[in-house]
């Protein structure tokens, strides 16, 4: 079992930075598969970032460049820093963990879930 917490969120302009973290508990946390999805008002919940148990990110096509995954396996720590914010990020962001090896796109592939955090973006 693997609960996760997320914080950071909040309200900021269009063009700067936030930095959301998630706090893992539970055992064997370095063997997941951590990610952050995001679901925005009437769209679908969609992966952003994604990072293996070996430190290997991947992001979605909409936010590189942008968005920085990190984890600390030591801390039970999972970091997302977030810069040149645009008003289409707005969204809430929830932290996830999957028992698989791989970063899955899909949300069915992701066994815990944090209780999510608001970011919203003023133009």
């Known amino acids: 079992q693997v609960q996760l917490v997320e914080s950071g969120g909040g309200l900021v302009q269009a063009g700067g930075s936030l930095r959301l973290s998630c706090a893992a508990s539970?055992?064997?946390?370095?063997?997941?598969?951590m990610g952050w999805f995001r679901q925005a008002p009437g769209k679908e919940r969609e992966l952003v970032a994604g990072i293996t148990s070996g430190g290997s990110p991947d992001y979605a096509d909409s936010v590189k460049g942008r968005f920085t995954i990190s984890r600390d396996s030591t801390k039970n720590m999972v970091d997302l820093q977030i810069n040149n914010l645009k008003p289409e990020d707005t969204a809430v962001y929830y932290c996830v963990a999957s028992r698989y090896a791989w970063i899955a796109r899909e949300s069915r592939r992701y066994d815990y879930w944090g209780q999510g955090t608001q970011v919203t973006v003023s133009s």
């Open positions: 539970g055992r064997a946390f370095g063997a997941y598969t």
